[in-house]
Every structure is written in structure tokens, then in C-alpha cells.
């Protein structure tokens, strides 16, 4: 299974697949993305931005998925079959597969969301207001810095791998947002 970035939309061949974060511009370029499962057979993306810089394809092989962060928009997508993708986030930056290669670790510009093998959000933590960095993940703890704005400054924080609740810290733990994506 792969995932490529394309420069743009196709002249020729089957229509595009459209992937939206909830409201649908199929009629406006996004991120165009060629998908190629597994069996060989592809089929383009056109995958709505998001409000970021950021597009990356993060390959997870365990899921026969890939995440993808189209100009901030995240998205879960199994390139073996087109229907099957799943939205996240609008402001996605970076992922990081958690070293069990069970979890994934979408890092936002305020957020660690923690996404299961299906695509499922399993929590998500509110941690900073302006930039989120996972530098490692070990023995159960998500460790990274985290941009708090003002005083434009980067502070280190670290939590745990399945719960998104503080690893360190005095007090009570403050516990992960959990969204509801039923409403």
C-alpha cells in the first residue's frame, strides 16, 4: 500500500475520490493524493484542506491505512478500499505511529489526539495554544513540548500513552476531552 502526493488533479481517467472534513467542495481542487493498495489497484484522492501548512502521508502498515495531513486537514484513509476514510482534525501538524504500532499520535496546533487501528479517536488532549511537538514515545509516555503563547515560550510535558492524563504533574490529573461525534 501506498500513498503519493500529486502535483494536481489528473487531465484523464476516473473521477476523483472525494474526502471532505464535513462540508463538501467536490468542485474545488484540494490535496490530491494517488492511493495504490495493496493488490496494485489506485485511485486518486481529492482530499479537502484543512487551516495548516502542514501535508504528509504517515504510512501504517498495520492497518493497511495511512494517515494523511492535507494542509492541515487529517485524515484516516485505507487506500484498499475508497469508501473507507475517516476525518480528524482541521489543524493537523505531524503523526507519529506509537512504537506498539497500535496507535497513532496526530499532533495538532493545540492538541495530541490518539486515533485506534480503525480510525476511531480514542481520546484527544487539549495541551498548548499555538504548536504541538511529539519528540518520543516509550514505555507507556508520550513526551513533547508544548508552545504556550503568551509568553512565546515551548514547555516540555509528558503524558500517558493510554489514557492522553498526565504523567508528571502535582495535583489531580486533569483528564483528556473526549468528543462526542455522534451530535
Same mark, same amino acid.
Not at 500529486?6 to 472525494?18: C, K, N, R, S
Not at 487551516?51 to 493497511?64: I, L, N, R, S
Given at each position: 500500500m501506498i500513498a503519493t502526493i500529486? #502535483? %494536481? &488533479?489528473?487531465?484523464? %481517467? *476516473?473521477? *476523483?475520490?472525494?474526502l471532505h472534513t464535513g462540508n463538501p467542495t467536490p468542485w474545488s481542487e484540494g490535496c490530491v493524493v494517488r492511493f495504490t493498495a495493496r493488490s496494485g489497484d489506485q485511485w486518486i484522492g481529492n482530499l479537502q484542506a484543512g487551516?495548516?501548512? #502542514?501535508? /504528509?502521508?504517515? !504510512?501504517? $502498515?498495520?492497518?493497511?491505512?495511512?494517515?494523511? @495531513? #492535507? /494542509?492541515g486537514a487529517v485524515y484516516f484513509v485505507c487506500p484498499g478500499q475508497a469508501v473507507q476514510w475517516k476525518f480528524i482534525d482541521l489543524l493537523g501538524v505531524d503523526c507519529v505511529i506509537a512504537p506498539s504500532r497500535d496507535l497513532a499520535l496526530i499532533s495538532t496546533y493545540t492538541d495530541v489526539v490518539a486515533v485506534s487501528h480503525d480510525g476511531s479517536e480514542l481520546w484527544?488532549?487539549? @495541551? #498548548?495554544? =499555538? %504548536?504541538v511537538e511529539i519528540t518520543n514515545v516509550r514505555n507507556g509516555l508520550i513526551h513533547g513540548s508544548a508552545s504556550i503563547n503568551p509568553p512565546d515560550e515551548w514547555r516540555p510535558f509528558v503524558l500517558q500513552l493510554t489514557t492522553g492524563i498526565d504523567a !508528571?504533574?502535582? %495535583? !489531580? $490529573?486533569? *483528564? $483528556?476531552? /473526549?468528543? =462526542? &461525534? !455522534?451530535?
Open positions: 500529486e #502535483a %494536481g &488533479l489528473p487531465e484523464t %481517467g *476516473p473521477l *476523483p475520490v472525494h487551516y495548516g501548512y #502542514a501535508t /504528509k502521508v504517515v !504510512e501504517w $502498515p498495520e492497518t493497511d491505512a495511512v494517515i494523511v @495531513i #492535507a /494542509k484527544r488532549r487539549s @495541551i #498548548a495554544v =499555538d %504548536g !508528571e504533574q502535582s %495535583g !489531580e $490529573p486533569e *483528564p $483528556p476531552m /473526549k468528543r =462526542d &461525534l !455522534e451530535s
